[in-house]
């Protein structure tokens, strides 16, 4: 039914390297996100090779984040049964959508609601109203679902590092001065920040679901 779909294996929690569930795993219970993924090139990775040394500076426990994205949604729990029907919702409303270009260069500081984690991220500076629109999508499906919609007024970004705790004292400031500089003077930023929104996935539990965009 879904050929864009993709198991990987199930995460062992020991490795979540001290974060704390947003909410408590329960035995058919399957954690789903909803998101933009961006495939990292050598060059955005060498950027962030000048990035996270910097950083760590400040604050040493920094980590780099494995894979990147930009978030359509917050973390929900799907009951097993329904990530089908969730999916074939999101594949419907995402039918129509186009692809399109942003730029993701503003060098930010975030933390999740809980302040248990704190991360270091790039912002998106353009396009805005295409993530909008397709946050309008997605928290459509989650009503539909009963699950909690997206935040409002959301800075849509891509992590790069995070760690345990609240270190927003340590990191803004003089530190996010000297990382937007590192940015804004890193060679052909300008074009190497200008990204591309192809295709909008979910994951659900262990498993992925793509959906691409026109």
Known sequence: MFP????????????????????????????????????????FLDLLDELLPHAQTYVPQLVRMETFHLSLSQSVVLR???????????????ASRQRFCFTADRVKIYTNEEKTRTFVGLEVTSRHAQFL???????????????????????????????????RHQLEGQCLRELQEIVDEF????????????????????????MPLK
């Open 4 to 43: 864009g779909a993709e198991e990987k294996p199930e995460e062992d929690s020991a490795k979540h390297g001290g974060r704390v569930r947003t909410f408590p795993h329960e035995r058919g219970n399957w954690a789903t996100h909803v998101y933009v993924p961006y495939e990292a090139r050598e060059e």
């Open 80 to 94: 097993h049964h329904w990530i089908l029907p969730f999916i074939q919702a999101l594949k419907d409303r995402m």
């Open 133 to 167: 629109d397709l946050v309008s999508e997605v928290d459509r499906v989650m009503e539909e679902f009963d699950l909690t919609t997206f935040y409002q007024d959301p800075s849509f970004h891509i992590s790069l590092a995070w760690c345990v705790g609240d270190a």
């Open 187 to 210: 060679e052909d930023s300008e074009r190497l920040l200008r990204m591309h929104a192809e295709q909008v996935r979910c994951k659900s539990g262990n498993k992925f679901f793509s």
